[in-house]
Structures are given as structure tokens and as C-alpha cells.
């Protein structure tokens, strides 16, 4: 088990990021005020406080086959399975197993009573950009499918397929194409979601994939 942890600015969703897809990250709001007068604070003579920030803090845990990773931060919580364990080559049908770890990640969102889920699938950057974006989707289907039998009727989806957009890996090896290959879901911790920029994909809990 490999456990990092970040510091970094506020979090936020940047379109520079390419690896951070659009609607993927909850806004932390704004910082809490500090009264630079309270009498519990104490500074020394002539010393005033530093403008007030939000920062992001993030921890990620990654097993040793690189198979399962769960990223924590102030506003989200994301876990991304890689494609291998959930789906046959090329398929979007899940495996028997793909539904056991499926149930934590539905058991992990209950007990964050998280509203808003979002799953998006990748791939590799192998084969047509069109067949990966087909694929993808077909995956976020599946999972969104597992996920919405098991959460209650409140729960509402944002499924989107990015096929080789997004990469978290290098694709010119194996082992980045296979980290590439992937799911992931994520809620916000504690709020809404923020809205994604396409709704295509928009998902009310029990309702049937295209």
C-alpha cells in the first residue's frame, strides 16, 4: 500500500490540468475569516496576519499492483479502479469481481451521504479516439448501473466517457496504459457537485443507459 499526501493551492477545477476532466473537483469555498484582533490570537509586536487561504490537501493511497487508488481531499473523495479488474478485454460487461469492490465504493459514499456521484471512464491511447469514447462510456455505464442498484433513489449521476483524454500515466509504457485504462468515481465531501459542462450524460438513480 502506498500512501502520498499533497499541499497545494485552493482547490479548484483547472482546464489546464490534463488530467483533471471538467466537473471532476467540488468548489472549497471561500476561507473561513480570522479576526486579526481576537484576543486568543497572539502575535508579536507590529506583526499582522497574512491574507486567509484554502488549501488543498490531498492524500492518495495506491495498492502495490496499482489496481485500486483513492484520492482524499478537502472537498472530494475518488477512487479509480483500473479497467483490468472491472471488465474483459475490450468490454463493458463487469466481472464478478468488479461487483464486490463496486459494493465498497457504494458502501463509502453511504456513509459520506453523498447525493451527487459523478463516474467517468478512460482508456489508453490505443486504437481510434472514437472507439475509446465509446468504450468508456459503455464502462461509466456499467459502473453507474452496479452503483445506482445498490444507493438509494436520491442519488444523482454525472456519466461521462473521455476515452483517451485525461491520462494519469505516461501511455508510451504498459504500465501507463494500464493505469490510463480506468474508472473512476468520486463525490464531493459534504456539498454538491459541481456541474460538469455537459449534461449529456446526466443520470437520475435506476434510470437505463443509451
Do not use: C, W
Amino acid at each position: 500500500m502506498l500512501t502520498l499526501v499533497f499541499t497545494g493551492p485552493p482547490a479548484h477545477a483547472d482546464p489546464g490540468d490534463p488530467s483533471t476532466p471538467p466537473g471532476s473537483v467540488s468548489d472549497a469555498g471561500p476561507p473561513q475569516e480570522v479576526d486579526g484582533n481576537s484576543p486568543g490570537l497572539r502575535l508579536a509586536d507590529g506583526a499582522t496576519l497574512a491574507s486567509a487561504k484554502v488549501l488543498d490537501i490531498k492524500s492518495v493511497v495506491e495498492d502495490l499492483g496499482g489496481e485500486e487508488r483513492r484520492e482524499d481531499t478537502n472537498t472530494d473523495v475518488k477512487f479509480a479502479l483500473q479497467a483490468e479488474v472491472l471488465f474483459p478485454k475490450n468490454s463493458p460487461k463487469l466481472n464478478p469481481e468488479a461487483l464486490s469492490r463496486i459494493r465498497t465504493i457504494a458502501g463509502e459514499i453511504k456513509s459520506a451521504k453523498a447525493t451527487d456521484i459523478r463516474v467517468f471512464g478512460f482508456t489508453d491511447n490505443l486504437g481510434s479516439y472514437e472507439h475509446g469514447k465509446l468504450l468508456s462510456k459503455r464502462r461509466a455505464d456499467a459502473v453507474h448501473d452496479a452503483l445506482a442498484a445498490d444507493l438509494g433513489p436520491e442519488v444523482t449521476y454525472a456519466v461521462r466517457g473521455y476515452s483517451e483524454d485525461y491520462p494519469i500515466a505516461d501511455n508510451s509504457s504498459e504500465q501507463g496504459r494500464r493505469k490510463n485504462r480506468r474508472v473512476e468515481v468520486s463525490f464531493p465531501r459534504g456539498g454538491a457537485a459541481t456541474e460538469p459542462q455537459d449534461n449529456g450524460g446526466d443520470k437520475a438513480a435506476g434510470s437505463a443507459s443509451p
